[in-house]
């Protein structure tokens, strides 16, 4: 008898997009940004002292707390910072998701909220996204555990605009709603502001999209003050030393070059807006996207097809073998380069 076997916990884990190895071939599957981190970043990276790697980094972050309250306009008991925005959420669903009634989200949103959900055995409902792929406020006016999506939402690149949010906020005044912002810099308008309003809102957001460090890992919450504390406890309950050395001083850095971050921003939605009409013009058709990737179908030719000859010209777009999902590819916006090759790409394959 191997009763150990027995107590093992099950999970099925968050699959993430593939990184494949070797030169010469075009990333467009995970979302990451094309373009380098801010050169303060090279910077200190280059300085870098290594001597006082020997001891432990500061458990508290406040270095990249207080670049980040400074940015946002914010207390430094209103922000909690994390190994990338993963771990800013996990936290949160194990401090705030802990009632009996089911916690809410999409069906079609951040495929890593369900795996949380069964890791840490918070019960669950997905309402259904409607059939253009918005997000029906009027579905999270009952009673729940909390709520989570991000906005704009992912896979859709769908955004749902500040005053829906707010109304379905003050419908929820009992439980914590999450709102995970990871690609809010693109376009949208945060909920960051509504904060000061309700006590119960926290704001996720991450540098790993719009501020180039996915490989850093660094993510941040921002909202009322008893929310950052309860996460502290909870954190300091698990890992203290989350954030190492390097990370902190590299996240400030980022933080410091608005200009770059800017131009960066300005850059990549220049160059989704030239790939909708491109996509348009090629047959497809999508949700309009507010993020660095677009979610699109073609109208005759079948997703999974297109995706597999992609790869094998080594383009890696995204591709989600799921009810609802599995004729669509997802499309992270790369340099301007990057979609030439792309779209060239596919006007001989979509023309055969
Ligand atoms: C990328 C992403 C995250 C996680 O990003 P981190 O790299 O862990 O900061 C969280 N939510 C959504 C919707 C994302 O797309």
Redesign the pocket.
């Known amino acids: 008898m191997r009763h150990w076997k027995e107590n093992i916990r099950k999970v099925a884990p968050y699959v993430p997009g593939e990184q494949p190895k070797g030169m010469d071939l075009v990333k467009l599957n995970t ?1 990451e940004n094309p373009y380098p981190p801010a050169p303060g970043v090279k910077q200190a990276l280059k300085e870098m002292d290594y001597d006082p790697f020997r001891k432990y980094p500061d458990p508290t972050a406040s270095d990249l707390v207080s670049a980040l309250s400074q940015y946002y306009q914010v207390g430094e008991d209103e922000v909690f910072v994390g190994v ?4 800013v ?1 996990a936290m949160a669903f194990l401090t705030f998701f802990n009632s009996e009634l089911p916690i809410l989200f999409p069906d079609v ?2 495929s ?1 909220y369900k795996v949380w959900a069964d890791l840490f055995q918070i019960p669950y409902e997905t309402p259904v996204l409607q059939e253009d792929f918005s997000i029906r406020k009027e579905d999270y006016y009952k009673a729940n555990g909390g709520i989570i999506f ?1 906005n704009p939402n ?1 896979p859709t690149g769908l955004f749902m605009p500040l005053e829906e949010i707010e109304e379905l906020i003050a419908h929820n005044q009992n439980s914590v709603i999450i709102i ?1 912002e ?2 809010i810099d693109f376009g949208g308008k945060s909920a960051m502001e509504l904060t000061k309003k309700y006590e119960n809102l926290l704001v ?1 957001q ?4 719009s501020r180039s460090l ?1 490989g850093i ?3 941040y919450a921002i909202g009322h003050p008893d929310l950052i504390r309860a996460m502290n406890n909870v954190k300091y309950s698990y890992n203290s030393y989350t954030m190492n050395m390097p990370s902190l001083i590299l996240g400030v850095e980022a933080v410091k070059d608005d200009k770059y971050f800017k131009e960066c921003l300005d850059k990549i939605i220049k160059t989704r807006e030239e790939a909708k009409v491109s996509l348009s013009k090629l047959g497809f058709i999508f949700p309009d996207s507010m993020t660095n990737f677009i979610f699109a179908s073609h109208k005759e030719r079948r997703a999974e097809d297109i995706y597999k000859a992609l790869r094998e010209n080594r383009i890696f777009v995204r591709y989600f073998n799921l009810p609802r999902l599995d004729n669509y590819l997802r499309i992270t916006i790369g340099t301007e380069e990057e979609m030439r090759q792309l779209f060239a790409f596919l006007e001989v394959f979509l023309s055969n």
Request: proline share 4%; net charge negative; no cysteine.
């Open positions: 979302n990338g925005s993963d771990d959420i949103s951040y890593f991000p992912a995970d990871a690609y996720v991450t540098f790993s999209k996915a890992r660094i993510g």
